[in-house]
């Protein structure tokens, strides 16, 4: 099955720098890449995804990139905030799941002003 | 908005306990899924339901099983609770895309049970 390995497990930033997360899958059939965040005590939340046929998607301040060759895929947040401090989980999904998501260890990001 | 409800936000049981954790969502979606989430572990999926009636074993099922008799619930059930079950416990649903479909998965506030 799909295996998802997420680094780094903290990461630490001042406010305003930017901040990376990555991840690399097993699957080469995976074509579902979504990024949730779960803030302290709070449900996790899809911040944004990305689908096999496209490189790379913006959303205001957050970017994903993906790269099918290498078989990983990047989390991107530009002039960070304090309340992007949270934790990140990137998930990848084959086609055949029937939309089971397989997810990373995670990424604790504290931004500090 | 979609709304996936758990019943309980935290829960102490002792070991041998029979637990029903219970799941309703509103947005008529096909799809639910019980995940468990540990720290250094991320969310490790223990069962997935695609209709009703219909269950599928996801990666740590051992201990486990679900109940699926409405679209709208889905519970999951520790038939003897250990105190390796303590952990937060995370139900979502998501709307059915096929099988080569996929869709972003809506997440209940969990349930922190502690096995004692």
């Known amino acids: 099955g799909e295996n998802v390995e997420q680094h780094p497990s903290t990461l630490s930033v001042q406010e305003g720098d930017s901040a990376v997360i990555k991840c690399t899958y097993s699957?080469?059939?995976?074509?579902?890449f979504p990024w949730y965040k779960q803030e302290l005590g709070k449900r996790p939340q899809l911040i944004i995804d990305?689908?096999?046929?496209?490189g790379e998607k913006k959303d205001q301040r957050i970017a994903v990139t993906l790269n099918k060759t290498a078989k990983h895929f990047s989390l991107h947040i530009t002039e960070t905030q304090p309340e992007d401090s949270a934790v990140y989980f990137c998930?990848?999904?084959?086609?055949?799941?029937?939309?089971?998501?397989?997810f990373g260890a995670g990424t604790q990001v504290v931004v500090t002003p | 908005d979609v709304k996936v409800t758990q019943s309980s936000r935290y829960l102490v049981k002792r070991t041998g306990e029979k637990v029903f954790l219970e799941c309703v969502q509103d947005?008529?979606?096909?799809?639910m899924f019980w995940y468990r989430q540990d720290p250094g572990l991320g969310l490790r999926l223990i069962y997935f339901s695609y209709d009703v009636k219909m269950k599928e074993k996801g990666d740590i099922p051992e201990g486990y099983s679900v109940s699926r008799e409405k679209k709208e619930r889905f519970s999951l059930i520790l038939e003897s609770a250990s105190t390796n079950q303590t952990s937060m416990y995370l139900c979502?649903?998501?709307?059915?895309?096929?099988?080569?479909?996929?869709?972003?998965?809506?997440f209940g506030n969990g349930t922190r049970l502690t096995v004692t």
């Open positions: 947005m008529d979606h096909e799809n």
């Open positions: 990305i689908r096999s046929n496209v």
């Open positions: 699957d080469s059939a995976s074509n579902y």
């Open positions: 998930a990848a999904s084959p086609p055949d799941s029937w939309g089971k998501l397989q």
């Open positions: 979502a649903s998501s709307p059915y895309r096929g099988q080569d479909g996929n869709s972003p998965l809506h």
